[in-house]
């Protein structure tokens, strides 16, 4: 059974550092691009951050580009997000998703509906 387990959200004030864990079970985690989205209240889901199998590409949303720093740990089947400079509107419930890989040169998607599998998210709210 395939399971993402997102950790690490939490309440913090403008300006603090958290970092997101995601802990992956049930399939080849090696073998799966990884992504962070997160949804606001009353929004829609949106693409955080990506990271290509074996971590060669990183890839980030112009909202978080500076910021935000994705990384995987294909021993430990986890993935990570450090979120640094928190600002009110990185407020949102983060989820991670996996997509599985299935060809050599396999374009990164940022697109929701390519990724099958996601955690259940962890609330990330920053306010003063």
């Known amino acids: 059974e395939v399971q993402l387990q997102a950790s690490g959200g939490g309440l913090v004030q403008p300006g603090s550092s958290l970092r997101l864990s995601c802990a992956a079970s049930g399939f080849i985690f090696g073998s799966y691009e990884m992504s962070w989205f997160r949804q606001a209240p009353g929004k829609g889901p949106e693409w955080v951050s990506g990271i290509s199998t074996g971590g060669r590409q990183t890839h980030y949303a112009d909202s978080v580009k500076g910021g935000f720093t994705i990384s995987r740990d294909d021993r430990k089947n986890t993935l990570s997000l450090q979120m640094n400079s928190l600002k009110p509107e990185d407020t949102a419930a983060y989820y991670c998703?996996?997509?599985?890989?299935?060809?050599?040169?396999?374009?990164?998607?940022?697109?929701?509906?390519?990724?099958?599998?996601w955690g259940q998210g962890t609330q990330v709210t920053v306010s003063s």
């Open positions: 998703a996996a997509r599985p890989r299935r060809a050599v040169f396999q374009v990164f998607s940022r697109l929701k509906d390519d990724y099958p599998y």
